[in-house]
C-alpha cells in the first residue's frame, strides 16, 4: 500500500466547476498535512496547509479527517488558471526528521 | 517568503560524466536539506537527506556513490550525480525547512535542474 494515495485523475472539469480531491494516508503517526500545487515541468509549490478544524483559503477548502487518515481538497468556481496537478504532502514526523511524503497527484484541467 | 534557488536549471551530458546540482537557501538557514527525484508522470520521491556538518542518510535503493551529496553550509547542498547514465535523466528538486519560525512546518522547494544524460 502506498503510504499516500490520490486518484491520478484526470479531472476535466468546465469553467466554474467546483471539484473535490481525495486523500489517504497510511501513517497514523503522520504529524502534518499540506496540498501542494505543481504546473508541468516545474517545482511544487504550498497551495496550502490543512488542520484538523479544516481551512478554508478564498476558493480552496481542505479538511482533515484524522480517524480515517483521509484529506480533501475542495475548489469552488473553478478557473482555468488553475489547471494543475494537486500534490497531497504528508509530514510523517519522526525524530530530527520531517522530510515530506507525496502522492502521485491529481491532475485538474479546467476547460473553457 | 522563503527562498530556494537550485543551479543549473537544466543540464545535458554525456553518459559517464558527472554532474553537480547546488541547492541554496538564499534569506535563510537549513541544517537540513532534502533532495527529491521525480520521474516524468510520478511524483516525487525522496533521495535522501541532507545534513549540515555529517553524513547524508539515503532512502532504501539510492547508492551513496552514485548520487554524493555534501552539506557544506548552513545554506548550500550539492548533490553529484557520479558517472551518470540515461536511466538517471529526471528532474531532481531540493527542499529546505527553516530552522524555526511559524513556517518550521514547511518546506521550501528549488526550482529544480532538469538533467538528461545522452
Known amino acids: 500500500r502506498k503510504e499516500v494515495e490520490q486518484d491520478p485523475g484526470p479531472f476535466n472539469v468546465p469553467e466554474g466547476a467546483t471539484v473535490a480531491f481525495n486523500c489517504t494516508y497510511s501513517?497514523?503517526?503522520?504529524?502534518?498535512f499540506f496540498w501542494y500545487r505543481q504546473d508541468c515541468r516545474k517545482e511544487p509549490k504550498l497551495l496550502m496547509s490543512?488542520?484538523?478544524s479544516g481551512n478554508e483559503d478564498g476558493r480552496f477548502t481542505a479538511q482533515l479527517n484524522r480517524a480515517s487518515q483521509y484529506i480533501s481538497l475542495l475548489i469552488r468556481d473553478s478557473k482555468l488558471s488553475d489547471s494543475a496537478t494537486y500534490l497531497c504532502?504528508?509530514?510523517?514526523?519522526?525524530?530530527?526528521?520531517?522530510?515530506?511524503?507525496f502522492g502521485s497527484g491529481t491532475r485538474l484541467q479546467v476547460q473553457p | 517568503g522563503a527562498v530556494v534557488s537550485q543551479h543549473p536549471s537544466w543540464v545535458i551530458c554525456k553518459s559517464g560524466t558527472s554532474v553537480k546540482i547546488e541547492c541554496r537557501s538564499l534569506?535563510?538557514?537549513?541544517?537540513?536539506m532534502f533532495w527529491y527525484r521525480q520521474f516524468p508522470k510520478q511524483s516525487l520521491m525522496l533521495m535522501a537527506t541532507?545534513?549540515?556538518?555529517?553524513?547524508?542518510?539515503?532512502e532504501q535503493g539510492v547508492e551513496k556513490d552514485k548520487f554524493l551529496i555534501n552539506h557544506a553550509s548552513l545554506t548550500l547542498s550539492t548533490l553529484t550525480v557520479t558517472s551518470a547514465h540515461p536511466e538517471d535523466s529526471s528532474f531532481y528538486i531540493c527542499?529546505?525547512?527553516?530552522?524555526?519560525?511559524?513556517?518550521?512546518?514547511?518546506?521550501?522547494f528549488g526550482p529544480g535542474t532538469r538533467l538528461t544524460v545522452l
Open positions: 534569506d535563510f538557514q537549513a541544517t537540513t
Open positions: 527542499s529546505a525547512p527553516p530552522l524555526a519560525g511559524p513556517t518550521y512546518n514547511e518546506q521550501f
Open positions: 541532507s545534513n549540515e556538518g555529517s553524513k547524508a542518510t539515503y
Open positions: 501513517n497514523s503517526a503522520s504529524q502534518s
Open positions: 490543512v488542520y484538523s
Open positions: 504532502v504528508v509530514n510523517m514526523g519522526g525524530t530530527g526528521r520531517r522530510a515530506l511524503t
